[in-house]
């Protein structure tokens, strides 16, 4: 399993959380993140997924499958990722 924890959620994040997720995943397969295996826009849209972290008012966990992998993301920061 492959976690980070990007901290809180802050008014201007260094990099949007799609971006963070892609990087979590690409430490996961230990490739660079532009050399992944696939391409995360068929899985999930990233600006629907940004936009649904950063508004959210309270905790939330959002889960989906990208290959053989579990990617879970929460507004605390973390990512997780796991086969």
Do not use: N, W
């Not at 826009?41 to 499958?65: K, N, Q, R």
């Amino acid at each position: 399993m492959t976690e980070r924890d990007t901290g809180p959620r802050s008014a201007s994040p260094p990099a949007p959380d799609s971006v963070q997720v892609i990087e979590t995943i690409a430490d996961h397969v230990e490739k660079d993140p532009t050399e992944v295996d696939f391409t995360f826009g068929d899985y999930l849209d990233p600006d629907a997924l940004d936009t649904l972290l950063e508004s959210a008012s309270s905790e939330l966990v959002i889960a989906f499958a990208i290959d053989d992998m579990l990617v879970t993301v929460a507004t605390d920061g973390t990512i997780e990722v796991q086969e």
